[in-house]
């Protein structure tokens, strides 16, 4: 998936030579053949992000069990009257799991009905209710929504929708909405069904249920209920379970302590404490800054909005960019925009002995970025681009002096290119 990693630390020592006479542009064109054969793994890998590639705004502490944690929860409800797609129930299918710590195979859920709940949210529709039903849990535990049906069929059915959250500062879908898990509609049955979600930042939740019950096969018993909604919402006050912008805030703060103030130091030092502080989602469900900073987990659309939120709350310029179904940084440092993706550093990888591949991707041109990215072209070449990044003034390795410990090694190479 990173092979360009060579080339392009090849292609930023040679353009860093005071003696070289090869532009940019050639370089990067010089670069490219050794790098397609690595392209379309690139694009295979780096697709399963493209739904989130193209999202709204950017809206570590772990949940540790308390028992003093502090959880309020309202419900309202609504009614939709479009029509949807009648999807078939997983009848039969316990929901999975949608926990941090998911296992591969679905976690079994129990259904047996339950009393006495401290929340329920309700929606009603041709002589049919629907109600979600649940407890506060303690930070570490996953709540459980219960979810019933009164005079609806035998078809009636219920899926849970993703998540969003708000802190105040930060508004988001905690997961990705295209993963099967939150499509799917589950059999209400008699008994009911329940459905898990882990609460572990402070701030509030917010949860639509929608509801099914129709039969177009069995017009007599068809409820006609093709999209009824009703909304959870839990909020979190908990010491143990910090608020995604406190977290931000408070690695700001200790970043401004430990470096001198400037932009390069600070864009350095929040680089490499975003990669401390999540690995890598490769089951492409968690794509937020509070699944990176509280799961520990995230896609690309993770680390691009945890670096682009500490950007902003150190007063650093940064812009989104996408392409190839990712997503990464322009970051603006002295004046002058370069492009970052935190990513693709995010690695334990040693290909080349010595090299530092965590900042491989640390202060690039579009040219560059171009080589692991290909649709970047694209990007940098339209009209109103706005992160123009054409100098390596800041890049990792030229700013350090470690370019010049390649260029020999880089030169050889371009000539047998």
Same mark, same amino acid.
């Given at each position: 998936m990173k092979r360009p990693l060579y080339y392009l630390l090849c292609a930023i020592a040679c353009t860093s030579m005071v003696s070289s006479t090869m532009p940019m542009a050639a370089v990067a064109?010089? *670069?490219? /053949?050794?790098?397609?054969?690595?392209?379309?793994?690139?694009?295979?890998?780096?697709? #399963?992000?493209?739904?989130?590639?193209?999202?709204?705004?950017?809206?570590?502490?772990?949940?540790? @069990?308390?028992?003093?944690? @502090?959880?309020?929860?309202? &419900?309202?409800?609504?009614?939709?009257?479009?029509s949807a797609d009648g999807t078939?129930?997983?009848?039969?299918?316990?929901?999975?799991?949608? =926990?941090?710590?998911?296992?591969?195979? /679905?976690?079994?859920?129990?259904?047996?009905?339950?009393? %006495?709940?401290?929340? #329920?949210?309700? $929606?009603?529709?041709?002589?049919?209710?629907?109600t979600v039903s649940w407890n506060d849990a303690p930070a570490g535990t996953a709540t459980t929504f219960h979810v019933t049906? !009164?005079?609806?069929?035998?078809?009636?059915?219920?899926? +849970?929708?993703?998540?969003?959250?708000?802190?105040? &500062?930060?508004?988001?879908?905690?997961?990705? /909405?295209? =993963?099967?898990?939150?499509?799917?509609?589950?059999?209400?049955?008699?008994?009911?069904?329940?459905?898990?979600?882990?609460?572990?930042a402070s701030g509030t939740y917010r949860i639509h249920f929608y509801f099914m019950d129709n039969d177009r096969n069995d017009?007599?018993?068809?409820?006609?209920?093709?999209?009824?909604?009703?909304? !959870?919402?839990? @909020?979190?006050?908990?010491?143990? =379970?910090?608020?995604?912008?406190? *977290?931000?805030?408070?690695?700001?703060?200790?970043?401004?302590?430990?470096?001198?103030?400037?932009e390069y130091d600070m864009a350095l030092w929040l680089h490499d404490w975003t990669l401390d502080q999540l690995e890598y989602d490769h089951s492409l469900n968690w794509c937020s800054a509070e699944s990176g900073l509280t799961r520990h987990q995230g896609t690309c659309e993770s680390y691009q909005r945890?670096?682009?939120?500490?950007?902003? $709350?150190? %007063? *650093? $310029?940064?812009?989104?960019?996408?392409?190839?179904?990712?997503?990464?940084?322009?970051?603006?440092?002295?004046?002058?925009?370069?492009? +970052?993706?935190?990513t693709w550093d995010d690695t334990s990888d040693n290909w080349y002995g010595g090299l530092d591949q965590r900042h491989l991707y640390f202060?690039?041109?579009?040219?560059? +970025?171009?080589i692991a990215h290909s649709d970047h072209t694209a990007n940098y070449q339209k009209d109103d681009y706005a992160y123009r990044s054409t100098d390596l003034s800041n890049n990792y390795f030229v700013r350090n002096g470690k370019a010049d410990e390649w260029t020999e090694k880089c030169a050889a190479a371009n000539a047998n290119i």
């Open positions: 064109e010089a *670069i490219q /053949p050794q790098a397609a054969a690595v392209q379309q793994a690139q694009a295979d890998a780096a697709s #399963s992000d493209a739904g989130k590639a193209e999202d709204g705004p950017n809206t570590n502490a772990t949940a540790d @069990t308390v028992e003093d944690s @502090t959880a309020t929860s309202t &419900g309202t409800s609504a009614v939709n009257t479009e078939a129930a997983a009848t039969g299918t316990p929901a999975p799991s949608l =926990r941090a710590q998911a296992n591969p195979a /679905p976690e079994a859920i129990s259904a047996t009905s339950q009393t %006495g709940y401290a929340h #329920s949210a309700t $929606a009603s529709q041709n002589g049919v209710t629907f049906q !009164a005079n609806g069929s035998s078809q009636a059915k219920a899926r +849970m929708d993703v998540p969003t959250y708000w802190d105040g &500062g930060s508004q988001e879908s905690v997961c990705d /909405p295209s =993963r099967p898990a939150w499509a799917s509609y589950y059999s209400l049955g008699t008994a009911g069904h329940d459905f898990t979600f882990d609460f572990t017009p007599q018993n068809d409820k006609g209920i093709y999209y009824l909604r009703t909304t !959870a919402e839990v @909020t979190v006050n908990d010491a143990a =379970r910090p608020s995604v912008t406190q *977290i931000l805030n408070n690695a700001v703060a200790l970043c401004r302590q430990e470096t001198n103030g400037s945890i670096y682009s939120k500490l950007l902003d $709350a150190a %007063g *650093i $310029a940064n812009g989104r960019i996408t392409g190839n179904g990712h997503t990464w940084n322009a970051v603006k440092i002295d004046d002058k925009w370069c492009q +970052m993706d935190l202060g690039l041109t579009d040219e560059l +970025m171009a």
